[in-house]
């Protein structure tokens, strides 16, 4: 187990100096966002694509939950830019016009200014509140494999959990996974790819991703080709173990939408990874361009209250002089622990906490213990450190935005969107030459499909 162990482990919060109760109350100010509140996404309908009649009245049929309110902000809007263009025909015209298209609107047609996502198609998955607000782009579904493949998400779930039992690196090694796979060429598995001509993971950006989390990719696509062969995408794959391996540390459990399609390649330009000194202002910047903000900056940002980092990550705030913002024990702790540049060792991202997904992450910042220049960086803006601190004092508050950011990470899209294939095995496309040799243990496979495990 690599997870922080030693001495990081032994030092409990008392060892810092403790910060007064008042920098953990939320704060109050109005400029401080709420979760979600931040979030533009969180403006219903926004970034959406249109939902047929066909596809509401088939959510309805299939889907266990009742079938989500139709709350649709931008519609309203659109019914009223439509009267004021339709006054100018007249009052009556304008009046009717007005009432048929706002029946139209409630039964989820909007069809004024050529229609919005209200939600996505659902084969049979109950939704929280939440989870029904959120945009899904065009192919993915909730319980996409419902029908072709039950059994999917259950497989999955249950080798997290089998390889949980041997390494909890697992967990933080497929988080990450997700985050380095959306974030180069989209969603679409390119990561995994180990072919003749290359592979991502050679990128330094990519070599300290864990062995463990694409071997339990590799392993849980077989046993899925077992049960359903040809069927699950391993980008879907990596998608599914990613949430897995926050609900199964401590995180909240979440439903993903799938249907994403594996790349027939990967990508040589990993520059899109930030690195570990970004600027608040460079990752914001970085976020934007996958269609991410702030909120969901700060939210995924969470997800180093999992795992660790080497020296390599964080020396720069160690020589020649060390950070200010550091706690002083932590910083002498580090010190010691990468006594020169370059030095190899290894300390939780978390450091109290570092194999439970909580918002202990959070509260670390009120204590001079954020890691990474990238974390320490964001408090070097209202909205965000408003955030953290809200974060830090609310967990819940956390884990809401934190799922809807996921959800939204995990429809990162490559262009051309819902264009590849199902790969037979994750490592290579159908068609190419594989440079991989799996580590996975046979005995792991087998013990899933012969049923020695429970699905
Ligand atoms: C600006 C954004 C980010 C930066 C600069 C960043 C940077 C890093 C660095 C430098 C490490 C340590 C690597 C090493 O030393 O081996 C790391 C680890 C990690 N990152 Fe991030 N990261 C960012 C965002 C994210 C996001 C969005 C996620 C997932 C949602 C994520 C999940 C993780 C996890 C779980 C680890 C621990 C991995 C392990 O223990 O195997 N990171 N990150």
């Not at 062995?211 to 899925?224: I, T």
């Not at 609900?247 to 439903?255: R, S």
Request: hydrophobic share 40%; glycine share 8%; net charge neutral.
């Amino acid at each position: 187990m690599r997870v922080a162990g030693g001495p990081a482990n032994r030092r409990r919060a008392e060892d810092f100096p403790v910060q007064s109760r008042a920098d953990h109350t939320p704060p109050t100010s109005p400029e401080t966002l709420t979760p979600l509140e931040g979030s533009k996404a969180f403006k219903l309908c926004s970034g959406a694509r249109t939902v047929t009649a066909r596809d509401r009245v088939e959510t309805r049929i299939r889907s266990a939950a009742p079938a989500p309110d139709v709350e649709c902000d931008t519609c309203k809007l659109r019914q009223l830019l439509l009267l004021l263009l339709l006054l100018r025909m007249g009052r009556v015209a304008a009046l009717v016009s007005v009432f048929v298209a706002l029946a139209l609107c409630e039964a989820g047609l909007s069809v004024a200014f050529g229609g919005d996502l209200q939600y996505a198609p659902n084969y049979g998955v109950e939704l929280s509140a939440l989870e029904r607000q959120v945009p899904v782009r065009d192919g993915l579904a909730w319980g996409y494999y419902a029908k072709s493949c039950p059994k999917a998400e259950d497989i999955v779930a249950q080798r997290v959990a089998v390889f949980l039992k041997k390494d909890v690196g697992v967990s933080p090694g497929l988080l990450r996974l997700i985050f380095h796979d959306c974030f180069v060429q989209g969603c679409d598995g390119s990561i995994l790819l180990r072919l003749e001509s290359g592979t991502e993971l050679d990128d330094p950006a990519n070599r300290s991703i864990r062995q463990v989390a694409l071997d339990l990719v590799d392993d849980a696509k077989a046993a899925l080709e077992k049960v359903c062969p040809g069927v699950v995408t391993c980008a879907d794959i990596v998608v599914m173990a990613g949430r897995e391996s926050v609900k199964q540390v401590g995180g909240p459990a979440f439903n993903v939408p799938l249907g994403r399609r594996d790349s027939f390649t990967f990508s040589n330009d990993t520059s899109d990874l930030p690195p570990p000194t970004a600027t608040f202002q460079a990752q914001l910047d970085l976020y934007a361009t996958k269609n991410l903000d702030l909120a969901d900056l700060v939210a995924l940002s969470g997800a180093h209250t999992l795992g660790d980092a080497g020296c390599g990550a964080f020396q720069n705030r160690l020589r020649p002089t060390v950070d200010p913002k550091l706690n002083k024990v932590y910083a002498k702790y580090l010190t010691n622990l990468c006594p020169t540049n370059g030095a190899t060792a290894r300390t939780g991202l978390d450091f109290f906490s570092p194999t439970k997904f909580d918002n202990v992450y959070y509260k670390n910042f009120a204590t001079g213990g954020a890691l990474l220049t990238s974390d320490q960086e964001l408090d070097q803006n209202k909205q965000a450190l408003g955030l953290v601190r809200l974060y830090a004092s609310n967990q819940s508050a956390f884990f809401n935005q934190f799922l809807w950011s996921y959800i939204k990470m995990s429809q990162i899209v490559s262009s051309p969107p819902n264009t590849g294939e199902v790969r037979r095995k994750c490592s290579v496309n159908n068609g190419g030459k594989s440079s991989a040799s799996s580590s996975i243990e046979p005995e792991i496979i087998s013990m899933v499909t012969d049923g020695r495990v429970d699905i």
